[in-house]
């Protein structure tokens, strides 16, 4: 299953939503190294990788929300922290798995679930209100 970014996920705030779309690229870059069987050292470059993207990403968007005000930033900081604990813990599992490439694709549908879920749910709702102000 691909991860792919879609128009129906736009936030409205051009700078998050590039962000946004890249990282559906390199997560989706990651599946599909594990389902063609890339070396575990490709695959662990691509999960560095993720796992940088997703902290900067979070530290731009939180910084936004803090300069625009957003009364959820702090609900926003905890969803993050988690996701950010889940994506270090399945980079773990890879590691002490040997390089199980079952567990990279089994893994596709926790990332494209959270990413879908949280970018619908609560991302949005910063669009919603940036266009408030």
Known sequence: MAIVWTPALSVGVENIDSQHKIWFEKADQLFEAGKTGKSKEVIAQMFDFLDDYT???????????????????????????????????????????GGNITLIINA??????????????????????AKTL
């Open 55 to 97: 902290k900067q990403h979070f530290r731009d968007e939180e910084a936004y929300m803090t300069k625009i005000n957003y009364p959820d930033i702090e609900e926003q900081k905890k969803l993050h922290k988690n996701f950010i604990a889940e994506l270090a813990k399945l980079k773990k599992d890879f590691q002490e798995s």
């Open 108 to 129: 596709n549908q926790m990332i494209v679930d959270w990413l879908t879920k949280h970018i619908s749910t609560m991302d949005k709702k910063i669009g919603t209100y």
